[in-house]
């Protein structure tokens, strides 16, 4: 009995350090859903997982049709996606139309669809084939989802790299490149028009990878840190991503716009990197969510805008192994493909029981456990 109670007690610690065994947040934040991987959980246990984790917003960078039907009646919030290469297909009416009567009103009566965004990073390089189809696809979906009784159900936008900023700091200064101007305005415009949101993708990690020896570590992980002042606004920041949400808001009030809102589309940070990709570590990556969740939970606001709580989607659900890039690019994710949580932020979550090739059940660790506890505590 001895030894039962030192296993016992062993398994408890086990238990108490576990990634699967922490308490729910039950935070109101977004996950990011790629699927540039081959060892990936299906949808309908990916489904479950996030039940368990009561994530209840996601984005997709496509409109899957296996992932929208394993969400069916689950009151998760979707964002789906049309690819940059087919801009410009979508910039003819009867080819946005035909999209959506494929790829959205088969579903939106039992999945929630709630967003379209039209291209991913379209203004990032000067050289970007795309960028001239980019707002007449998204003013051609727009009408699209108009002409079929849609437009109030879903909204259309398209997320931007940070990168289309030239200037960041001060915040308050933020402006986006000249030479984007002849797309930002127009877009900017309709976006106030038909009132949906400007998506940034924002990642505090390249701001610290790219002068690791300037930008303190600690600003970046939301850490305590004597952070920045906005000279002109006399604004403190304790924390990069604050800074970066309000100066594109600054860069939008310089095209003449102040009813545009700001969303965080992607933001994350690598548990994993090459030997040239400073702070790509679990321990980083672990605390930067952590804390952000933390400030999620909080329904925080940037400095400039204290009354309006940040609006975030965490990138990413998974490890995505076939994404092309440096190592961090394939270790962004909270999960591991067989549902093991990469690192301890708060969230306790699972993927439903698997069988394998012979028809044996093959539980989750922590069932394991607790399964052992059981028999232990019964002898």
Same mark, same amino acid.
């Given at each position: ?210 002068? &690791? #020896?300037?930008?303190?570590?600690? +600003? @970046?992980?939301?850490?305590? =840190? %004597?952070? $920045?002042?906005?000279?002109? !606004? ?71 805008? &204290? #009354?309006?709580?940040?609006?975030? +989607? @965490?990138?990413?659900?998974? =490890? %995505?192994? $076939?994404?092309?890039?440096? !190592? ?52």
């Amino acid at each position: 009995m001895a030894s039962s109670s030192s296993l016992l007690r062993l398994i408890f610690l086990l238990l108490s350090v576990s990634d699967s065994a922490i308490p729910i947040l039950g935070l109101q934040f977004g996950i990011n859903y790629g699927q540039i991987a081959d060892n990936l959980p299906s949808p309908s246990r990916v489904a479950s997982l996030l039940k368990t984790l009561n994530v209840s917003r996601v984005k997709l960078y496509d409109a899957d049709p296996n992932v929208l039907l394993a969400f069916s009646n689950s009151n998760v919030d979707f964002i789906i996606g049309i690819g940059n290469d087919n801009l410009q297909n979508m910039t003819n009416q009867a080819n946005a139309q035909d999209w959506i009567q494929q790829h959205v009103q088969p579903y939106i009566g039992q999945t929630q669809i709630s967003c379209i965004v039209v291209g991913n990073e379209v203004l990032n390089s000067s050289i970007n084939q795309y960028m001239p189809y980019l707002v007449p696809a998204m003013q051609t979906v727009y009408l699209s989802l108009k002409t079929l009784g849609l437009s109030k159900q879903v909204v259309v936008t398209t997320a931007h790299s940070l990168n289309i900023l030239a200037t960041s700091f001060p915040p308050s200064a933020g402006a986006f490149w000249p030479d984007l101007a002849q797309y930002l305005q127009p877009l900017l415009n309709f976006q106030a028009q038909i009132n949906t949101p400007f998506l940034i993708n924002a990642y505090p990690y390249f701001a610290y990878k790219g002068n &690791p #020896s300037e930008v303190p570590l600690n +600003y @970046v992980l939301f850490q305590p =840190n %004597e952070g $920045l002042t906005d000279p002109i !606004t006399n604004l403190h920041y304790d924390n990069m991503l604050y800074a970066q949400i309000d100066a594109v808001y600054s860069a939008i009030k310089a095209m003449g716009h102040t009813d545009i809102t700001v969303r965080i589309s992607e933001t994350g940070w690598p548990s994993k990197g090459d030997t040239d990709e400073v702070g790509a570590t679990l321990e980083n990556a672990q605390i930067y969510n952590g804390n952000l969740l933390q400030r999620i939970e909080q329904k925080q606001g940037t400095p400039a805008k &204290p #009354s309006v709580p940040i609006d975030i +989607y @965490v990138f990413a659900l998974f =490890n %995505e192994n $076939l994404k092309p890039g440096p !190592t961090s690019e394939r270790n962004y994710g909270l999960y591991y493909p067989d549902g093991t949580p990469v690192y301890n932020v708060g969230l306790q979550g699972y993927l439903p029981e698997l069988y394998s090739a012979a028809g044996t059940r093959v539980l989750p660790f922590f069932v394991v456990l607790v399964s052992i506890m059981t028999f232990l505590m019964n002898i």
